[in-house]
């Protein structure tokens, strides 16, 4: 018999409530049982960065927590980084417009990673922008195009932020 | 790969979690999670009974004791990152803790779970044999101190029992002023470290040294204080060749080797690292001179 309980997680705003085996993982949670598969599953065991979430606004891996422990908690996807359908949050446009993606696969972790790291850190030199982003792999870049994002996608927050004040 | 079956249970307090302990026969704490969660999804651990700890409230403290610091047992690794207390009174443990693992790793991680998991090359551990910390573990009606000399039992195996769990670690503080320094060379940063040097070092006026703690981590089966070094310098002034001279003793030590480096490569690298750091760590203390060791 499996050991199974009832959890429930706000995920980009909205409450879910599911019964679930307790050794599922949080990732396969927001995939399987939620849908929300944007956050990709690469390695599983915490190496590839590509599952990367922010629960209570931290990063963590979600290959690397169940999803019990995340009961009652508030997460963040990659689904939820864009303030509407048809615009895009200012990294997600620097990402598109300095190449910081080919096929896809890590770039939900990169966002959500970045995400965490601009708001610790909003004038990051690029060295800083590399170390942050050494826990996420990427096969196609070659890093640059996701670097030189970093950099632009801090220039454009910055920005907004003098704008809106 | 997908973790085991297994029964979860979550304690709101250290004594359920140590009575469940007591009770089951094949049970693992789950602190952070950043190495057992690796571990059950490769099944390479299939334990029947899972005991997370995270809802324990009070675990997760950093308090100043005047002589020393304590933490709780889930004090998270990015609690250690940005906290003022560390960066002023512990600068070694700020120095180290930016080599682990990722942002991402270190906002789960845990002291307690790293003290407990006990990878030789990994940082709080040498930090905390470098500072000479004491960690507290209970079980199911009684508590007992262990000191860091007497942690590790071999590869990977800390000296606590099987029912008993990691509730604090002491780590008492240095004078104001004195030197330190924290250098490791791994492949990729956040990667485990192939071999990593922590250096403190208590400097009186005219740069004479009064006191000196050398660890050297990955190169033995856990954190190892190289004694030779340590004896070395005590008493003498520091200069550019007492450390280069000093730091080759690393090249004596006992090392382990595996895929990733021959023994030969980890002594190499002990003493090289030494060196530097003990450069870095003189140039930092107070009474002190500037000098750049490569």
Redesign the interface.
């Known amino acids: 018999m ?2 199974r ?1 009832t959890i429930s997680v706000t995920i980009n705003g909205e409450a879910y409530e599911r019964e679930v ?3 599922l ?1 949080l990732a ?1 949670f927001i995939r399987h049982e939620v849908l929300l598969t944007g956050t990709h599953v690469g390695c ?3 190496v590839c ?1 590509a599952c ?1 979430i922010l ?1 209570n606004g ?4 979600s ?4 999803a ?2 995340a009961n009652g908690q508030e997460i963040m996807t990659v689904e939820g980084i864009a303030p509407n359908d048809t615009e895009l949050h200012p990294l997600q446009q620097a990402f598109q417009d300095n190449h910081g993606l080919q096929c896809g696969f890590c770039t939900p972790g990169m966002l959500t ?1 970045l995400i ?2 601009l708001g ?1 850190n909003p004038d990051p030199t690029e060295r800083e922008v ?3 982003i ?2 996420n792999l990427c096969r196609c870049t070659g890093y640059q195009g996701i670097v030189a994002a970093a950099l632009d996608a801090a220039k454009r927050l910055k920005g907004k932020e003098t704008a809106g004040a | ?8 249970h ?1 304690p709101r307090s250290v004594e359920d979690a140590v009575a469940l302990l007591a009770e089951k026969d094949n049970a693992k704490l ?1 602190a952070g ?2 190495s057992l ?2 571990m ?3 099944r390479f651990v299939l334990p029947d009974d ?1 005991i ?1 700890i ?1 809802l324990i409230d009070g675990l997760a403290d950093i308090r100043d004791d005047g002589d020393a610091l304590v933490f709780g047992g889930m004090t998270r690794q ?1 609690d250690i990152e940005y906290s003022d207390l560390v960066a002023q009174r512990c600068p070694l443990m700020k120095e180290a803790i930016l080599n682990v ?5 270190r ?2 991680g845990t002291y307690g779970g790293s003290m407990s998991h006990l990878d030789p090359s990994a940082e709080l551990p040498s930090v905390s044999m470098a500072q000479d910390a004491v960690v507290t573990v209970q079980k199911k009606g009684g508590i007992r101190d262990i000191a860091m000399a007497d942690f590790p039992m071999g590869y990977m195996m800390p000296s606590f029992e099987l029912d008993e769990m990691v509730t604090s670690i002491r780590v008492p503080l240095w004078p104001e002023g004195h030197g330190y320094s924290f250098v490791e060379f791994a492949r ?3 990667d485990f470290a192939i071999t990593s040097s922590a250096v403190l070092l208590d400097v009186e006026a005219g740069g004479r040294i009064k006191r000196a703690s050398i660890t050297v981590g990955g190169v033995g089966p856990s954190p190892l204080r190289v004694t030779a070094v340590e004896e070395g310098l005590t008493g003498e002034i520091g200069s550019v060749e007492l450390f280069t001279e000093i730091a080759e003793k690393c090249r004596e030590i006992d090392a382990m080797e595996d895929v990733y480096a021959p023994a030969w490569y980890r002594q190499h690298l002990a003493s090289v690292l030494t060196r530097r750091a003990l450069g870095k760590a003189f140039s930092r203390a107070a009474n002190g001179t500037e000098m750049t060791l490569r």
């Open positions: 499996s050991d309980r085996e307790t050794r993982t396969d599983e065991h915490g960065g990367t629960l931290r990063t963590a891996r290959c690397l927590m169940l019990v422990q990673t965490e790291f610790d590399r170390e942050a050494s826990g | 790969m997908k973790p085991p079956p297994f029964t979860y979550d789950l999670g950043q969660m690796p059950l999804n490769m899972v997370d995270n990015r693992g990722h942002r991402q790793t906002n789960r990729r940063h956040g």
